[in-house]
């Protein structure tokens, strides 16, 4: 299906304005869905936008679930994973406070209350970072949704999850965690690389969570190619670990060794080949050399994307990401130039927590620069942990 105009046109402007369009998911969630109905509506279906559905209860408090009425996913080629997220906007039994123009209370709900929720979180949260464009504002509402267990099931009805009511928690890092922003602009060919702070190997398991968002310039003339820009994210979490392949004809699998050890020196004076990079770890659902269609469903093309990783002491030195930026324009590959901004949102966590993970990062990687706080607040321990 063909995008409305309203929604390229909004995107189009997302792209050129670098400006963020939070849009309420809408209230058709309840109808058929083998109508078709029951989809977000339009302008919420923008890529590179930020659609809010609805959910029963503001964050902290649980349970809570998708508001019956809230419009659901799966959104549009480029924007699969739609709404981005769920706040409180109502339900039977628990309705929305609206004041009126007369002072008085009125009582509703619907995803037009959700929305503006988030907008006044995320306007509150551009008020304390030192640096702000539309992509962290939606790397952020990915990022640190709240998600229940069944998040995988619930995606096309909550999206990421829940969005808090106010990201300033969030600015303070508990001790066995870490959250890095990088905010950058990539052109097409190039290739970026990022290391990303760990603590020194602590014997324990690490958990990263990756969010990248991005603007993308849009083709509303190609509803399956509806995006045209492609951020293609890779992670090496080992920089001496290397895949070694044996000669051409000889018996034997690739492996995965240490370049500086005994048993890799060996393999190469019996003619083995190392790789040129080192060894990479999954990330997203798509398996190696998956087709472009595959990859069109994993989220090859998707302008926000969030990555879950454990990693064991072995696995992880000196880990990076690396960012390689793909153009297409009518479905073919597109070699004008055109730099696209985007951010990445990491977070290091020990959830054993038998390591004080932000004071070693903070150690290592004096480079890294703490969040600032543009408001004053009561603190009530002294050295908070903000994030970088």
Same mark, same amino acid.
């Given at each position: 299906?063909?995008?409305?105009?309203?929604?390229?046109?909004?995107?189009?402007?997302?792209?050129?304005? &670098?400006?963020?369009?939070?849009?309420?998911?809408?209230?058709?969630?309840?109808? &058929?869905?083998?109508?078709?109905?029951?989809?977000?509506?339009?302008?919420?279906?923008?890529?590179?936008?930020?659609?809010?559905?609805?959910?029963?209860?503001?964050?902290?408090?649980?349970?809570?679930?998708?508001?019956?009425?809230?419009?659901?996913?799966?959104?549009?080629?480029?924007?699969?994973?739609? #709404?981005?997220?769920?706040?409180?906007?109502?339900?039977?039994?628990?309705?929305?406070?609206?004041?009126?123009?007369?002072?008085?209370?009125?009582?509703?709900?619907?995803?037009?209350?959700?929305? #503006?929720?988030?907008?006044?979180?995320?306007?509150?949260?551009?008020?304390?970072?030192?640096?702000?464009?539309?992509?962290?504002?939606?790397?952020?509402?990915?990022?640190?949704?709240?998600?229940?267990?069944?998040?995988?099931?619930?995606?096309?009805?909550?999206?990421?999850?829940?969005?808090?009511?106010?990201?300033?928690?969030?600015?303070?890092?508990?001790?066995?965690?870490?959250?890095?922003?990088?905010?950058?602009?990539?052109?097409?060919?190039?290739?970026?690389?990022?290391?990303?702070?760990?603590?020194?190997?602590?014997?324990? &398991?690490?958990?990263?969570?990756?969010?990248?968002?991005?603007?993308?310039?849009?083709?509303?003339?190609?509803?399956?190619?509806?995006?045209?820009?492609?951020?293609?994210?890779?992670?090496?979490?080992?920089?001496?670990?290397?895949?070694?392949?044996?000669?051409?004809?000889? #018996?034997?699998?690739?492996?995965?060794?240490?370049?500086?050890?005994?048993?890799?020196?060996?393999?190469?004076?019996?003619?083995?080949?190392?790789?040129?990079?080192?060894?990479?770890?999954?990330?997203?659902?798509?398996?190696?050399?998956?087709?472009?269609?595959?990859?069109?469903?994993?989220?090859?093309?998707?302008?926000?994307?969030?990555?879950?990783?454990?990693?064991? #002491?072995?696995?992880?030195?000196?880990?990076?990401?690396?960012?390689?930026?793909?153009?297409?324009?009518?479905?073919?590959?597109?070699?004008?130039?055109?730099?696209?901004?985007?951010?990445?949102?990491?977070?290091?966590?020990?959830?054993?927590?038998?390591? &004080?993970?932000?004071d070693d990062v903070r150690a290592r990687f004096s480079g890294l620069r703490p969040a600032l706080r543009a408001r004053s607040r009561l603190q009530t321990r002294s050295a908070p942990r903000h994030w970088f």
């Amino acid at each position: 299906m063909e995008p409305n105009r309203w929604t390229s046109e909004l995107d189009q402007l997302a792209w050129d304005k &670098d400006v963020l369009f939070v849009v309420a998911a809408g209230n058709h969630g309840d109808k &058929d869905q083998s109508t078709g109905l029951h989809r977000v509506q339009v302008p919420a279906d923008m890529a590179n936008g930020l659609a809010v559905g609805a959910c029963n209860a503001p964050a902290p408090e649980t349970p809570w679930e998708r508001a019956d009425y809230s419009s659901m996913g799966p959104g549009r080629h480029g924007a699969r994973i739609q #709404p981005i997220g769920v706040q409180f906007g109502g339900a039977a039994g628990r309705m929305f406070n609206v004041i009126r123009a007369d002072g008085g209370f009125l009582e509703a709900a619907g995803t037009s209350f959700a929305a #503006p929720v988030t907008t006044h979180a995320l306007a509150d949260l551009v008020t304390r970072l030192p640096r702000v464009n539309s992509s962290v504002l939606r790397a952020f509402a990915a990022h640190f949704a709240e998600r229940p267990r069944q998040h995988v099931k619930l995606r096309d009805e909550i999206g990421y999850g829940r969005h808090p009511l106010t990201f300033a928690d969030m600015l303070e890092c508990s001790p066995n965690e870490v959250h890095v922003l990088y905010v950058d602009e990539i052109q097409r060919s190039d290739l970026l690389g990022y290391q990303v702070p760990v603590p020194v190997s602590s014997g324990t &398991d690490l958990k990263l969570n990756i969010t990248l968002a991005y603007a993308s310039p849009v083709d509303p003339t190609q509803p399956t190619e509806y995006t045209r820009a492609s951020l293609e994210l890779v992670l090496r979490p080992h920089h001496r670990n290397f895949t070694f392949r044996p000669p051409k004809g000889s #018996p034997g699998a690739a492996t995965t060794l240490d370049i500086g050890s005994s048993d890799a020196a060996a393999l190469l004076s019996e003619g083995w080949t190392a790789s040129q990079e080192p060894v990479t770890k999954t990330l997203g659902a798509a398996r190696a050399g998956a087709s472009e269609a595959q990859l069109r469903d994993s989220g090859k093309w998707e302008t926000v994307r969030h990555y879950r990783v454990s990693l064991k #002491p072995g696995e992880i030195e000196l880990p990076r990401l690396e960012l390689a930026y793909v153009a297409r324009r009518s479905g073919a590959l597109d070699n004008s130039p055109t730099t696209v901004p985007f951010a990445l949102l990491v977070t290091i966590a020990d959830e054993s927590g038998a390591v &004080d993970v932000y004071d070693d990062v903070r150690a290592r990687f004096s480079g890294l620069r703490p969040a600032l706080r543009a408001r004053s607040r009561l603190q009530t321990r002294s050295a908070p942990r903000h994030w970088f």
